[in-house]
């Protein structure tokens, strides 16, 4: 099963970056959500996968009881990376509403000002 | 010999704690007594100036006062302040020079709004500059010398709204702060070279045949010429007249720029030794004085003219120092003392005439006396003693430096005559100063002149006076302070003795030549200035046109530097990182030596497990191709779907359960902000090119991530931490579900940390989603929602999700559920009323705004924690009562605060997300 898990998270991880790596700002938000998921994968699979009984203890411990730790981990990882996701969306429908596009590049072109040491001299001439 | 003198209650400490008291006061009391503030604040230097001045018997006795406070005893980090003769002559100056122009500040500045802030930076800067006179540790010296760089930026700077005051100020920070950086090389060289961090323990024997001992020295005169404005750093000196008059009174003429005098003389029994450092002591020295006196001569301004010979005076300064004989080293304590009192009494005096007649060009003064009289004898008599007539105390300091160059042999008479050449112009240019502006007739002022303020007139007064009486009556600043501040500096006992008149000697001679070519040169200064107008060449590639240029190169080029890293591209910088984490983790595995595969089994695979597996990568490629929406979104959430049932299959129902109601979330929101977006645009437009580096960026990535984890599963898992967990649910946190129990009770810090993000992201989102104006009319909600079916059965659906959630809430400590799983139930339920009747319908269900429930679930998550801390527990311990066969816990309670924090802060976001979204 680790073995399946293990693909599983690479092929997301990579299919996350891919998206990232997209010019179209909704894409790099798909592409937080997919990374977001495989990491949670990659903490439970890291923990061990128990494939006997779930962490619950009635009278005693089971001997084969899944890893509990990790899983809380990534409960409230997965709580944690929703709040990521809704603010990367509110990012992007604020550059959106802004710049009227979702082009990465071209956002940056835009919302980017020259520095103002750039754009006079350094000893602040010309602005009385 | 070390002795403590504790006196009328005061001490150096206290000294420095009075001053700092003075100003944290000064805007408060600039507010209140407005321009009498000045009044009351002189009192904390002036206490300061009588305490020092009581000290003058132990110290001109041969003892030395040390106090310390240990500050990190550990690492040997503390402040040791330590009077000797040198520190006391500065501590004297800094502190009496001050009183005087806090008092001169009231009177100048008595119509600057910002007076108060003024008495702040002024005092401030007497702190740090009584600090560094003081201070033995080398690094508590270091310290007071960057804040006399800072404070001094401020003062520069302090009419903000002209760009010549914030370009003199940069410009002075600049060098004085690029010169402290290299003195904190050198001090760091200097301290671990001696093995000794105080200066009082630093052996010259140690120091001065170590093998770093040349780039201690290079290290350290960086930072004193820097300071003490030496030749090729003389140029901020003129720009800081910039600041308001009172500054350059203090800072650039009395203090500040002798920091740099100060250390030379310090470290001068310590670093003295070589010829080298006499050598280039004696030079840079000589040609700063020499550039100095040029120059001056060439100005029209009295501040500016002040200014140069200021420059001139301070390259005297590290010439005495370097010759290192016993007339140089009396030469310069004289001088030191003399300048500081006839410099800030002229600066003050021209700031009044400055402020009578409104100008401080010298072709439109003259003729004041008759006007100004307190004035006009107050510059007079600082004047003479700058012309280094006798008996003032200028005229010992001359035949004290002629007498001390002499002494070098043959070396020394070249340096006499440079000392002879600026000594004439520094008379030429004090009699300018008083004989110009005084005397002769009336000029044509702007306005018509009047005598200025008591408090005004009195600073320049009382120095010049005491310029004349310590001329006059020498024996008495011989025995008492320029005895003490000799030994200080000197490499072995001196003999010093004070005399006006010492018999027919060279240095005699020598005056007598400095005042002849100091009367011819006052009297042809027209033609000088004319003569030296001619080289034209030179002044027009002078140090500010260099600098203007260095600057913009600087600039240029750091700008250069950060558009290559700073290049704008989002998706370089994130294939920049990917590549180099791949890098990294490839590199670190390959290192390690173990291969990935090794020792790996498949093992046991459910069907659940890989059927969720597949369909969370199909999905998820699924959605790098789509470009409609909804198959878009359709896409990702059956990804995340699959990802729910692995964690199923994995005997994780708690995080399952979590994934499903997160995901649903998920999808909700990415429907509600591309409901209105255009359709996706093709997945790349790129080149091949491009589309292949992606590719292999993200295929590298995805490959070292999986070989990671392949290796760390491969190994036997280290430690029984689970079984820990699993062992101690019950019997410690009275608990069956063992995820809840951890997150509640053994790792509830870890968790109320991650509530206060969840509630962070959400009122951050919230914000970023708020506004743009065009929704708040329509906040009604979508009332065409469809089928009335669906909308009369999502009410009863909505309210059964609200009880699902709290029995979810309720039971989770024992099974699955909990504060998380609950919350999110109970939002989707309100998100229901939310997408059916509308935002405002929603809102009159919940009664409280979302926000509201973020701040009560948070403050019930600390307040479970309080308890435990209440019984004398740490924070957030459990505390478990039983009412009879129920077991209730503050863990419970903090559940709760997880689960209202959760709610809100979901609701938060979805409100404004459906407001905007109409």
Request: glycine share 12%; hydrophobic share 55%.
């Amino acid at each position: 099963m680790e073995l399946v898990a293990v693909v599983t998270v690479g092929c997301l991880v990579a299919i996350g970056v891919w998206l990232m790596l997209d010019r179209n700002l909704v894409r790099v938000v798909l592409g937080v959500v997919v990374i977001g998921n495989a990491a949670n994968m990659l903490l439970m699979t890291a923990g061990r996968l128990g494939l006997g009984t779930a962490a619950f203890v009635d009278g005693g411990a089971a001997a084969d009881a899944a890893n509990p730790l990790p899983q809380a981990l990534v409960l409230t990882a997965i709580v944690i990376g929703f709040g990521l996701f809704a603010f990367a969306l509110a990012v992007l429908k604020r550059v959106r509403e802004t710049h009227g596009t979702t082009d990465t590049d071209r956002v940056t072109a835009v919302s980017e000002q020259a520095s103002p040491d750039a754009s006079r001299g350094p000893q602040g001439r010309g602005v009385p | 010999m070390q002795s403590r003198a504790p006196l009328m209650g005061m001490s150096m400490l206290n000294a420095l704690a009075l001053i700092l008291a003075a100003a944290v006061l000064g805007p408060a009391a600039a507010r209140l007594l407005g321009v009498r503030a000045g009044w009351l604040l002189m009192i904390a230097p002036l206490a300061a100036f009588a305490w020092f001045a009581a000290q003058m018997p132990v110290v001109a006795g041969g003892g030395v006062l040390v106090e310390s406070i240990d500050w990190v005893p550990a690492l040997g980090v503390g402040l040791t302040l330590r009077l000797d003769g040198l520190s006391l002559l500065f501590a004297l100056l800094v502190t009496g020079i001050g009183a005087l122009i806090v008092l001169y500040t009231g009177a100048y500045l008595s119509d600057h709004h910002h007076l108060g802030r003024f008495y702040a930076y002024l005092l401030a800067f007497m702190l740090a500059m009584l600090g560094l006179v003081l201070a033995d540790d080398l690094v508590a010296m270091f310290v007071f010398w960057e804040l006399t760089s800072v404070t001094s930026f401020l003062l520069i700077g302090f009419d903000h709204e002209k760009a010549s005051s914030r370009r003199a100020a940069l410009q002075a920070l600049l060098i004085t702060g690029g010169g402290g950086l290299a003195l904190l090389a050198g001090l760091i060289l200097l301290g671990s070279a001696g093995d000794a961090w105080k200066f009082s323990e630093l052996s010259s024997a140690a120091i001065e045949g170590h093998a770093l001992y040349p780039a201690i020295v290079v290290l350290v005169l960086l930072g004193c010429f820097t300071k003490s404005a030496q030749l090729p750093f003389h140029l901020w000196l003129p720009n800081a007249m910039a600041a308001p008059t009172p500054v350059s009174a203090y800072l650039h003429s009395a203090t500040m720029v002798k920091a740099g005098v100060y250390l030379l003389a310090r470290l001068n029994p310590v670093l003295g030794g070589s010829a080298g450092w006499g050598t280039v002591l004696i030079t840079v020295g000589a040609l700063t004085a020499i550039a100095g006196a040029v120059l001056a001569i060439r100005q029209t301004d009295l501040k500016r003219i002040l200014a140069y010979t200021t420059v001139t005076v301070l390259g005297q300064l590290v010439m005495l120092i370097g010759t290192n004989t016993a007339y140089g080293l009396q030469a310069f304590a004289i001088s030191l003392l003399a300048h500081s009192l006839y410099k800030g009494a002229l600066f003050m005096a021209v700031g009044a005439v400055d402020h009578a007649t409104g100008t401080r060009e010298l072709s439109r003064l003259g003729g004041l006396f008759g006007l100004m009289p307190f004035t006009g004898a107050a510059v007079a008599l600082a004047a003479f003693s700058n012309a280094g007539l006798p008996p003032f105390f200028g005229f010992i300091a001359k035949e004290f430096k002629y007498a001390g160059l002499i002494a070098m042999g043959w070396p020394g008479w070249i340096t006499t005559a440079v000392m002879i050449a600026t000594n004439a112009l520094l008379l030429a240019a004090a009699g300018l100063v008083f004989v110009r502006v005084f005397l002769g007739p009336r000029g044509p002022w702007p306005q018509q002149p009047h005598e200025v303020a008591p408090a005004m007139w009195m600073g320049p007064m009382v120095l010049a006076l005491s310029g004349f009486l310590l001329g006059a009556f020498n024996g008495w600043p011989e025995t008492w302070l320029i005895d003490g501040a000799v030994q200080a500096v000197s490499r072995g006992p001196v003999d010093v003795k004070l005399y006006l008149w010492g018999g027919l000697t060279p240095a005699v001679a020598a005056s007598v030549l400095t005042l002849s070519l100091g009367f011819a040169a006052y009297q042809f200064r027209h033609a000088l200035r004319h003569h030296l107008t001619r080289w034209r060449a030179i002044w027009r590639i002078n140090g500010d046109w260099l600098w203007d240029r260095l600057l913009r190169r600087t600039f240029g080029f750091a700008g250069r530097l950060a558009a290559g890293f700073q290049h704008g591209s989002l998706r370089l910088h994130l294939a920049l990182l990917a590549l180099t984490i791949t890098v990294v983790v490839l590199v670190a595995l390959v290192w390690m030596g173990r291969e990935p595969w090794r020792a790996f089994e498949v093992g046991r695979v459910s069907f659940a497990g890989l059927a969720g597996c597949v369909l969370a990568v199909a999905g998820a490629a699924a959605a790098t191709v789509m470009r409609e929406r909804i198959s878009l979104i359709a896409a990702l959430g059956s990804s995340g779907l699959g990802v729910a049932l692995f964690f199923l299959a994995a005997n994780a129902p708690d995080v399952a359960i979590t994934q499903v109601l997160v995901e649903t979330l998920t999808v909700l929101f990415l429907a509600l902000v591309l409901r209105d977006a255009p359709p996706m645009t093709r997945v790349d437009a790129l080149a091949p090119v491009f589309r292949s580096f992606r590719f292999w960026v993200a295929a590298a990535f995805g490959v070292s991530v999986a070989a990671a984890l392949a290796m760390a599963v491969g190994h036997t898992m280290p430690g029984d931490i689970a079984q820990w967990y699993l062992a101690n649910s019950v019997p410690g946190g009275h608990g069956r579900n063992v995820v809840n129990v951890i997150l509640v009770d053994f790792r509830a810090l870890d968790t109320l940390g991650e509530i206060l993000v969840v509630a962070l992201a959400a009122l951050g989102a919230a914000m970023l989603l708020r506004d743009s104006g065009r929704s708040a009319l329509r906040s009604g909600g979508p009332d065409s929602f469809g089928s009335v079916f669906l909308r009369q059965g999502l009410r009863p659906l909505a309210g059964l999700l609200l009880l699902v959630s709290l029995v979810l809430l309720w039971r989770g400590h024992n099974l699955p559920g909990g504060g998380f799983i609950g919350g999110l139930v109970a939002a989707s339920g309100v998100a229901l009323v939310a997408l059916g009747f509308g935002v405002t319908a929603a809102r009159q269900v919940l009664r409280l705004p979302p926000a509201t429930f973020v701040g009560l679930g948070l403050g019930i998550a600390v307040a479970a924690g309080v308890l435990g801390l209440l019984a004398g527990d740490p924070f957030l311990t459990g505390l478990w009562m039983h009412a009879g066969s129920l077991p209730l816990g503050s863990p419970l309670l903090f559940d709760v605060g997880v689960f209202l924090t959760v709610f809100g802060a979901m609701l938060h976001m979805l409100f404004r997300l459906l407001a905007k979204e109409i």
